[in-house]
């Protein structure tokens, strides 16, 4: 049977989820989920889902979802594209855009789903470097791609991108662009003013700043025309009654999601500082993480250490780039205990 496979498929080394350890004995700081329950109107929304209507397909195209972000997000419904979390979002767009043969492009290190989106369609993949400083090199090397990707803000670094940067570089690209934007609603700015102005396509998720990634939603924001052929790619019913309802109800109560944002930041900023006093090189986030790195003694042990405390950060290694420990911004009280233990480690 393996032999029938696609060549690509067994070459590829495939992607790997952060660890999701089964019982909840950690401090669970690895994979950049919300450390406060979703609003009270999401539970409301799916307890008044359950029921005989399970029996039935869900809206194919969320058109209540779609008209809710809309007005939340001041964007045409028929510009909104939903999906199974952000990531079928981003595997939709790949399949629309990407032949066999072609090429997809990403700064890097970012998020490395984006190879194996590539590797899956059997095309070539690029990365280009950032500057030392996290920015975009220019002018930009690889033009004219069949798909561009750029993480903002970007995962693993947190550092973000301004609208004044990202307008001139998406203008000399010659090729579509997916501004994946999963961490936004953390950030200063957003990009959804390039839709319509640029081939961009704008994706988001509801895991990170609505805490709903265990519903599994996302979008894409892009121009009505190229979602309408993007319609045609994704599975008919891509996401369920549950998701729908909850997705819609958490858009709908923006004060819990600024209320748990700010806190957010303001544990945020409290780690970076906390961090940079125990020596570690910490990149300016916006994002709802931080990452941290060492270059007086290598990083892998701390995380391991920290491990057997019980406390899951994500350890992240770059070809050419070196390691570092991408920390989930968590509660308060998770902080005060991931700090106690890095005291004594380092």
């Avoid at 028929?78 to 979390?85: A, Q, V």
């Avoid at 090429?103 to 059997?122: D, F, N």
């Avoid at 986030?285 to 899951?312: C, G, H, T």
Wanted: with cysteine; aromatic share 8%; proline share 8%.
């Amino acid at each position: 049977m393996l032999a029938h496979l696609r060549p690509n498929i067994r070459a590829m080394a495939g992607y790997v989820p952060g660890e999701q350890p089964r019982d909840g004995a950690y401090i669970k700081l690895n994979t950049n989920e919300n450390p406060y329950p979703p609003s009270p109107r999401v539970l409301a929304a799916i307890q008044a889902a359950l029921g005989p209507q399970l029996r039935k397909y869900p809206d194919p195209l969320g058109t209540e979802f779609r008209q809710t972000a809309g007005r939340v997000l001041g964007i045409d419904p028929d510009s909104i594209l939903i999906g199974n979390g952000s990531d079928d979002v981003l595997t939709i767009v790949t399949r629309a855009f990407v032949p066999e043969g072609g090429l997809v492009v990403s700064p890097s290190p970012s998020y490395v789903l984006y190879r194996s989106l590539a590797e899956i369609q059997g095309a070539r993949f690029i990365s280009v470097p950032f500057t030392p400083d996290w920015r975009l090199p220019r002018p930009w090397p690889v033009r004219n791609a069949n798909l561009t990707f750029l993480a903002n803000p970007n995962s693993p670094s947190g550092t973000h991108l301004t609208l004044a940067e990202l307008g001139p570089w998406v203008a000399e690209l010659g090729g579509p662009v997916v501004l994946d934007e999963a961490y936004v609603d953390f950030a200063d700015s957003h990009g959804l003013e390039l839709v319509g102005r640029f081939p961009v396509i704008v994706t988001r998720t509801l895991s990170k700043s609505y805490s709903l990634a265990g519903i599994r939603f996302g979008f894409a924001v892009a121009d009505p025309a190229v979602v309408r052929e993007l319609v045609k790619v994704k599975d008919s019913y891509n996401c369920d009654a549950l998701s729908l309802a909850a997705a819609q109800a958490a858009l709908e109560d923006q004060p819990y999601r600024l209320q748990t944002r700010a806190r957010i930041l303001a544990t945020r900023t409290r780690l970076a500082s906390a961090l940079q006093h125990l020596g570690f090189e910490v990149s300016p986030s916006q994002a709802n993480f931080v990452w941290a790195r060492r270059f007086d003694r290598p990083v892998r042990p701390i995380y391991e250490e920290l491990k057997r405390r019980r406390i899951l950060v994500r350890y992240m290694q770059y070809e050419g780039y070196g390691d570092g420990l991408r920390i989930t911004v968590g509660t308060d009280e998770e902080i005060d205990q991931l700090l106690a233990a890095l005291h004594q480690i380092v």
